[in-house]
């Protein structure tokens, strides 16, 4: 914006950690001078990977060739929410017919709290919470331990898949742990003749 009392001329917006700064609007008469009554808008896009601070800078021209400038800045923090499930199971063998019961582990591995957590296990329903909210809060903290069980009877050899998801002011993170448990079928025959 135009904050004095004459217009300007050749406006020039950059950015310290984002390029090109883009025109967008605002000049409104077409005549390339930043008026007292315009608003010009600049766009910059850029991708980051850590916290970061960067400083815009807009220079201009007045009547008198002298040069205006002013800066602003703006903080960006990056986060990096994430979420962990280990899933065990109390018998890795079993004959035909047994009860596993799985156990799944879920932490929070990221920097952010999770809410609306779901546990699936694509062989073995209702998962069900045990224990590891500490606060009652339903929300997945950092310093947090969830533990969830599954128990279901096998009769054939079953890997089975297990998906947690979590949700942050970022979206959803998931993970998955599989687990195999082995069904055997011994058996035995004897076979008698007479003499």
Do not use: M
């Amino acid at each position: 914006t135009n904050t004095g009392d004459t217009p300007l001329s050749t406006v020039v917006v950059t950015d310290n950690k984002c390029t090109p700064v883009n025109f967008q609007s605002g000049d409104i008469n077409n005549n390339n001078i930043l008026d007292l009554t315009e608003t010009w808008t600049y766009t910059c896009s850029t991708t980051l990977t850590q916290d970061t601070t960067n400083i815009a800078t807009v220079t201009a021209k007045d009547n008198l060739n002298q040069t205006l400038t002013d800066t602003d800045t703006k903080t960006v923090d990056v986060v990096n929410p994430g979420i962990n499930i280990v899933k065990n199971v109390d018998k890795t063998l079993i004959h035909a017919g047994d009860t596993v019961t799985y156990t799944y582990t879920v932490t929070n591995t990221g920097d952010l709290p999770l809410s609306s957590i779901t546990v699936n296990d694509n062989k073995c329903t209702p998962v069900n919470f045990q224990s590891g909210d500490t606060n009652n809060n339903n929300i997945l903290d950092l310093t947090e331990t969830w533990t969830y069980r599954c128990s279901t009877v096998l009769n054939q050899t079953t890997t089975n898949i297990v998906t947690v998801n979590g949700t942050s002011t970022c979206g959803i993170s998931t993970d998955t742990d599989t687990k195999t448990v082995t069904v055997i079928n011994p058996g035995i025959n004897i076979t008698k003749q007479p003499s």
